[in-house]
């Protein structure tokens, strides 16, 4: 319904484009049957907005990162969607019968676990670095920040051994493919997290599924626009009243996760609102859209 209202506003939209290029061996999900470049892009419009996430993922490099059966979320959880949405794929990425170990305990893991569990698993863990948070928050403790407490998803009451405070170590493989992780138990002294001594194991695992966030935008594309970047790689721009949200390239300005790194819905809605002043008002000199 706001698809269709956008469109009657005189919004086109282009899906399946691939902006610039992504680096070989890139494994951001990668759908586009049309490419793009940034200098047709500036060529043709007036100004372009970067608004595009933050996509990279983070990993987790420990010998054996290579092995077969070591995968990223975001390439195994957007190969359901499409099945989901009708389409037919080869090769999906599938844990039917497979004892699989989720590294990471957000929301995206909380997905991989669901996902993992109808998929058929033999067996779901779930990998969190923090200590296993109160079942019942200390409010008067935490106020005015978001609470501290145990979370569990309708993927966890599914069926997950939830496993806190531990570190992978090592991905053990045979003949190129992932066997098991070696791990240890870890302890949080001073903020600084310490290995704790003689609390090494080693876990079956036939499918392990990073799901740890997300770092940056894919570096590759902001390169293609030449904008200056952050040192966590993200786009530099402020979001300055006057001249906010441009970036150092002619033409572009940048919102959202592409300009903060990984954050909440909220900001991502605010920084668009006002990055869409801002181009108004570098297009018109003026704008009467709300800050």
Not at 28 to 52: C, H, M, W, Y
Not at 195 to 207: I, Y
Not at 214 to 224: G, H, Y
């Amino acid at each position: 319904r706001r698809v269709a209202q956008m469109k009657a506003e005189g919004v086109s939209f282009r899906t399946n484009v691939l902006v610039g290029h992504l680096s070989e061996g890139s494994k951001v999900t990668n759908d586009a049957k049309e490419i793009v470049s940034p200098d047709q892009l500036r060529r043709e419009f007036d100004a372009v907005v970067l608004a595009g996430g933050a996509e990279q993922s983070r990993d987790l490099p420990v010998p054996g990162r290579e092995l077969d059966g070591v995968h990223f979320a975001m390439e195994f959880l957007p190969q359901q969607n499409k099945v989901n949405a009708g389409d037919k794929l080869k090769g999906q990425l599938r844990a039917d019968g497979k004892h699989v170990i989720v590294i990471g305990g957000g929301d995206t893991g909380s997905d991989c676990v669901g996902t993992s569990n109808r998929h058929g698993a033999a067996s779901v863990t779930q990998f969190e670095l923090l200590p296993q948070p109160p079942e019942q928050e200390d409010k008067p403790l935490t106020w005015p920040y978001w609470p501290i407490k145990l979370r569990s998803s309708s993927s966890h009451e599914e069926g997950c051994t939830r496993e806190f405070a531990i570190a992978t170590k090592e991905f053990l493989g045979e003949k190129g493919k992932v066997t098991g992780l070696k791990t240890v138990r870890v302890e949080w002294v001073n903020g600084k997290m310490v290995e704790v001594p003689g609390s090494e194991q080693t876990l079956k695992a036939d499918l392990v599924l990073l799901a740890m966030g997300f770092v940056s935008p894919v570096a590759s594309i902001l390169e293609a626009f030449g904008v200056d970047k952050d040192v966590r790689g993200n786009v530099r721009a402020s979001t300055d009243a006057t001249g906010g949200y441009k970036t150092s390239a002619d033409k572009v300005f940048a919102a959202g996760d592409m300009r903060r790194g990984q954050s909440l819905v909220v900001w991502a809605i605010r920084e668009g609102r006002q990055a869409a002043r801002a181009v108004d008002e570098y297009l018109t000199g003026r704008s009467d859209l709300p800050r």
